[in-house]
């Protein structure tokens, strides 16, 4: 068989680039963008016009289970738009499935008064 993607990374830079496509962040608006290893997430949120990051919140910096450490990512990262006077964004979710860890905590960073 000749695939021309083979491996889980390769579809997952594939859908990625595919939400990229109409997915773009402002500084009024900026794109909330996760990344999700098997160890850690991370979440930017990220002015494309500029291309700046305006705030960032790793994994790193927390401990418990992986759903935990979602919430407190969700949380930190909701307080830290919230500083910088941001309360609408535009939710990337870097081609990763809309599920667990990514659902968990989009829906903690809308708790925590951000709006997408």
């Known amino acids: ?3 021309s993607a083979t491996t889980n990374k390769e579809l997952r830079e594939r859908r990625h680039a ?4 109409r997915v773009s962040g402002t500084s009024t608006c900026p794109r909330l963008a996760v990344y999700k290893s098997n160890r850690f997430m991370s979440v930017q949120l990220i002015d494309d016009e500029a291309g700046k990051t305006i705030a960032s919140v790793h994994g790193r910096e927390f401990s ?4 935990e450490r979602a919430i407190a990512i969700g949380k930190a990262i909701a307080e830290r738009a919230q500083k910088a006077d941001i309360t609408k964004v535009v939710f990337d979710r870097g081609g990763f ?3 667990a860890s990514i659902k968990t905590l989009a829906d903690t ?3 925590g008064g951000l709006i997408f």
């Open 18 to 21: 595919r939400v990229r496509s």
């Open 1 to 3: 068989m000749n695939h």
């Open 109 to 111: 960073a809308r708790e």
């Open 64 to 67: 418990g289970t992986p759903s």
């Open 97 to 99: 499935r809309y599920a």
